[in-house]
Structures are given as structure tokens and as C-alpha cells.
């Protein structure tokens, strides 16, 4: 009897453990996936591309300019179209929605941001910040402006919600454009080059906001950078090199 109660709970303890060592779910994930771009002469930029992206995790892509990089990040974002292969986010094919449901799964899934901030000058930050919120639902609830507003304060914005972009600095706009692409509760977090066009103090204070984010949201970030010192404070760091993707040892 002890003997089976002991197999018992040996079993059940088992099974708790392999529940907490379990794995985030997979965000976004790609199969094969290429991409060619010409007419007469065919210029193959991606050649075939396995990835796997899970929830909470922070990910680095580098490589020379023209390898890539870009284009891989439009396709993660549904902003461009595979000439082969498939993307998913959260398990759904992309090739298999329409457009409208290409662009509402844009607008709740994924966040963006790009190396320019591109707020409207005409609006406030906190009107910049709730953008794609007024897209998507035509106007914001109390709660859903409630929630910018928490993360304008947690970025540092809150002297500065209701100034314009061209009375805020450049790191102040990019943090805005940091809040707009979680005005959503987006699942990924697509950004280009988000420091390239700050100062290095700026830069750096934009990605550990970045990072911050990350580590309490559970948001996954796919980064492209060309700085190796952002890249290596990454959980993955990918290279982009003659079409393929591969990942790097961090140093």
C-alpha cells in the first residue's frame, strides 16, 4: 500500500514538475520561408528561414545592411508576403487570412516600432500613444486610456502628455512610440533599428525600457540593431548572412 501510495505521489509530483518547467507558447514561428524580389533577373534575398519565437523572450537580429534583416521583420509583421514558405503568429497561417484579417490581426497582435518614431506632429503624446487604440475601435475606454497613461508614467513621459512631438526630444518621441506599439497588448514587438537615430544616451535609455517592458509584460521583442552591445543584452542574438538565418553564441 505504501509502495503504491509512494508510485502515486511520485507520479503527481512528476507531473507538477513538468508543468512548471513547461514552455511559453510560440508567438510567431516561420517554415521555410523565402522571399525573391525582381522581375527578368530574380534576386533572392531570404533562402529559406526556420524560426521559432516564444512568448517573453527578447531577440536580436544582425547583419550587413541589404542582408535581410528588414525584410524578415516585415514578414514577421505581416507587412509583406513570403514567395515561399509560411508565417505564424500564434499558430495562425498568415497566407490563409484575407486582408482585413491580415490587418486586424496587425493591429491586435503586433506592436511596432521603427527607427523613426513617425508620431503626428498635430497630436499630443498621449493622442499619439492611444493611436492604434482609435484605429482599431474608433475611441478608447476609460481603462484602455487609463492603461497608456500607466505606461507614459512608467516610461518617464508623464510632464509631457499633452505636449507635440516637436516640443519633446528625440528619445522622449521614441519612448512615446515605444507606448504605441503596447497601446494594444500586443504578443510581439516588431522594431527596426528603434535606437539608430538617438544619441547613445537616449538610445540605450529607449532600450532598457525596451527590455524593462519585456521582463514584466511577457511581450516577445524582435529587435534588428546594428549595435553589438544592445544585441548582446538580447536572449538570442540571430545573423542574417547571405539569406540565411542562423543564431550566435552570446560572448
Given amino acids: 500500500m505504501r509502495d503504491e501510495m509512494h508510485s502515486a505521489n511520485g507520479h503527481v509530483a512528476t507531473e507538477a514538475l513538468d508543468a512548471s518547467v513547461s514552455l511559453p507558447p510560440i508567438v510567431v514561428e516561420t517554415q521555410g520561408l523565402k522571399k525573391t524580389y525582381g522581375g ?18 527578447f531577440v536580436a537580429i544582425v547583419g550587413q545592411s541589404g542582408s535581410g534583416k528588414s525584410t524578415l521583420l516585415h514578414m514577421l509583421g505581416a507587412l509583406d508576403m513570403p514567395t515561399a514558405g509560411r508565417v505564424l503568429i500564434n499558430g495562425v497561417d498568415l497566407a490563409t487570412l484575407e486582408e482585413d484579417e491580415l490587418a486586424l490581426l496587425r493591429s491586435e497582435e503586433i506592436g511596432f516600432i521603427f527607427q523613426f518614431h513617425h508620431l503626428l506632429d498635430e497630436l499630443t503624446c498621449l493622442e499619439n500613444a492611444l493611436m492604434p487604440i482609435t484605429i482599431r475601435h474608433g475611441t478608447e475606454t476609460e481603462e484602455q486610456r487609463a492603461r497608456v497613461i500607466r505606461l507614459l508614467q512608467r516610461v518617464g513621459l508623464e510632464p509631457h502628455l499633452h505636449k507635440r512631438p516637436g516640443e519633446m526630444s528625440g528619445g522622449q518621441s521614441q519612448r512615446c512610440a515605444l ?37 514584466a509584460s511577457g511581450v516577445a521583442f524582435v529587435m534588428i540593431t546594428h549595435d553589438d552591445r544592445l544585441a548582446q543584452a538580447a536572449d538570442r542574438i540571430f545573423l542574417v548572412e547571405n539569406g540565411v538565418l542562423q543564431e550566435v553564441e552570446k560572448k
Wanted: aromatic fraction near 2%; proline fraction near 5%.
Fill in 40 to 57: 527578368k533577373i530574380a534576386v533572392p534575398v531570404l533562402r529559406g528561414i526556420d524560426l521559432q519565437i516564444r512568448a517573453g523572450t
Fill in 179 to 215: 507606448v504605441r506599439a503596447l497601446a494594444n497588448a500586443p504578443k510581439i514587438v516588431l522594431a527596426d533599428e528603434p535606437t539608430g537615430n538617438l544619441d547613445s544616451r537616449s538610445g540605450k535609455e529607449v532600450f532598457a525600457l525596451m527590455h524593462e517592458v519585456n521582463r
